[in-house]
């Protein structure tokens, strides 16, 4: 990174960011860090990357209410989290229902067991069904893996803890019926 950010108008509530020297103190930690998200060096490293490029894109919102660390550190979990949901929705996405059923069929030795797990994907499409449609519209914006929590507020015109409220709400309600 070779840009600094320099508040013209700071207060004592809002010093100034120095991703720079952010960049030079905690890129290995970082690294690491987002490492036991991610699992992939390479990945790793673009996400790292985007934590810094984002920094510096939002460097003038930042507080001061936190440490800098923590904020850095914040951003870098929020970007490999949604790495790893988009991630692990592409990878489902590849596999079909029939393909699905045939791999639990030949690894299962219960029937049961295959009785049981389609009744759950039953009742979790029936649960679905029963939502108000914003509260459903909210969930599958994020249920997808594609969108991050901002992203589905801003498409559903929401405030972001609205996002979380619903999306929350939805897992309880599945928790409560199906466990």
Known sequence: ?????????????????????????????????????????????????????????????????????????GIALNLARNHVRRTCSSLCDSIDEAELEQIIDQHCIDPMIVIESRQIATRVNDILGRLDPGMRATFEAVLDGETTYEEAARELNIPIGTVRSRVSRVRAAVRAECC
């Open 1 to 73: 990174m070779t840009h600094a950010v320099a508040m013209g108008t700071e207060t004592a509530l809002q010093p100034a960011i120095d991703v720079n020297t952010l960049f030079l103190q905690y890129q290995r930690q970082l690294q690491r860090f987002v490492l036991r998200y991610v699992r992939n060096p390479e990945d790793a490293e673009d996400v790292v990357q985007t934590t810094f490029l984002e920094a510096l894109r939002c460097a003038e919102r930042f507080s001061g209410l936190s440490k800098a660390s923590t904020w850095l550190f």
